[in-house]
């Protein structure tokens, strides 16, 4: 079987070949003749003319492509590279069409597509085949390109219709692209995982309460979950079971906390070990804890102890506040220190809140500042930022009158300015607007 790159060899030796005779005719009509005689002179010219006109019908033979143009420097005969090589496949087809590589106007540079070439089948291979029968290996087919993958892409998108496992997960819910953004080496892993294997995965995922509409979220945010082993998946399940989690209480642990299933088991029970000797909690306040803020230990022991040491030490709450705290707000363990400072000194030195008050709400460390302070000087306004007793009552409030902090943080703004700040929800937007 004759392969289509010896036959374009084949055909660019004799295209050279060609393009070197009437190089060298051409030259030769243009060689300066002044120490001939003049017989010889008129012989050489007769030859000369003989050679060109030959070489003429010899670039009129190669078809060249619009706008071709002959390139000056290489002389009378020269062409530009690409029309040279834009005339010879154009020559190739037109000569053997049925031999030849399969044209594409869609290269593999420009789609990002692989382009393959065409198979051809000319010494017998395909004589004895029947092809209304199944393919084997006595009953040979012909290639079809069209259905084999990709040998390279940038993104899972093209693997989707010939890998299972990409198509099942698709299926699912599963948003390969946010995968991609955000866990830019899993993809490679996915399409070397057996189908097989993460079959069993998903279904063990459902059989512990996940369903179907939850399934596809939950292993787009934590991808690691198909490329975990199976048994220590089970083992981390387990010892959640072992400190008396039930069931729905487990499942809402490894929902939230997406990565509570990468965690060994030796390195979660070391965490809860250090975060009930820090608060001094039992075991059932600790289970508590964790069911309100699965993500408690998301980010580890470092940010715990962060903010442990800042209420403590710079804010001066006893041990004893900062456990109330943690029961009552968990998530305040795992916001940005830097919030927190902000918050507490604002509240403490221009709200003239107290220490006490914020352990009672613990709320108001870890809301937005901007949102704190809009809230704040729009009551001044109004003359009725009034927090503890101590404070003078503004013309807003009466004498015994003080807002109390969980009004002030309630979630709605048309709810803060009707019921605390005694306005219509459009004039605090206004304010908003204009402060």
Known sequence: MLSSSRLLLRSLRGAVARAGAAT????????????????????????????????????????????????PLEGPSGLRTEDLMAALRQAYYEEDPETAMTKSTDTSRESGAPAFRRIIYSEGELDASDLSKPPSRSNPHPLD??????????????YV??????????????????????????????????????????????????TPDSLGDYITRNP??????????????????????????????????????????KSTEKRLDTVTGMFGLRKSAMRQVLVKE????????????????????????TAEQVKDMLMDDPR???????????????????????????????????????????????????GRARYTETQPAGKGLAANEVI??????????????????????????IYLRTH
């Not at 390109?145 to 093209?158: F, I, K, Q, V, W």
């Not at 390969?176 to 063990?204: D, G, M, S, T």
């Open 24 to 71: 060298r005719a051409d030259t030769a009509s243009n060689a300066p003749a002044i120490f001939l005689p003049a017989s010889a002179r008129k012989d050489d010219d007769n030859a000369a003319t003989a050679a060109a006109a030959a070489a003429a019908a010899e670039r009129q033979s190669l078809v060249l492509p619009k706008g071709a143009e002959v390139d």
């Open 161 to 210: 219709n010939h890998v299972p496992l990409l198509k099942r997960l698709v299926d699912v819910g599963v948003d390969l692209f946010e995968i991609e953004c955000k866990y830019p080496a899993v993809p490679r892993h996915l399409l070397r995982l057996p189908y097989a294997e993460a079959r069993e995965k998903i279904r063990w995922l459902v059989s512990i309460g996940f």
């Open 145 to 158: 390109t069209s259905l084999l993958p990709p040998s390279h892409a940038r993104s899972l998108t093209p």
């Open 294 to 317: 699965p993500r408690l230990l998301m980010f580890g022991l470092g940010p715990i102890k962060r903010i442990w040491d800042l209420l403590t030490v710079e804010f001066g709450f």
């Open 332 to 382: 305040l363990f795992i916001m940005d220190s830097r919030v927190l400072a902000a918050n507490y000194g604002y509240a403490t030195r221009v709200m003239g809140v107290q220490p006490a008050q914020l352990v009672q709400q613990p709320l108001l460390l870890r809301v937005a500042p901007h949102a704190l302070r809009s809230r704040h000087e729009f009551l001044r306004t109004l």
């Open 404 to 429: 109390s902090l969980s009004d002030l943080l309630l979630p709605s703004d048309a709810q803060f300015a009707e019921r605390v700040a005694r306005v219509t929800p459009a004039s605090y937007d």
């Open 224 to 265: 690691y979950v198909l490329l975990q082993k199976l048994d220590d998946m089970k083992a981390r399940v387990n010892y959640l079971a072992s400190i008396k989690f039930n069931r729905k209480e487990i499942l809402k642990l490894v929902s939230e906390f997406r990565f509570w299933l990468n965690i060994d088991v």
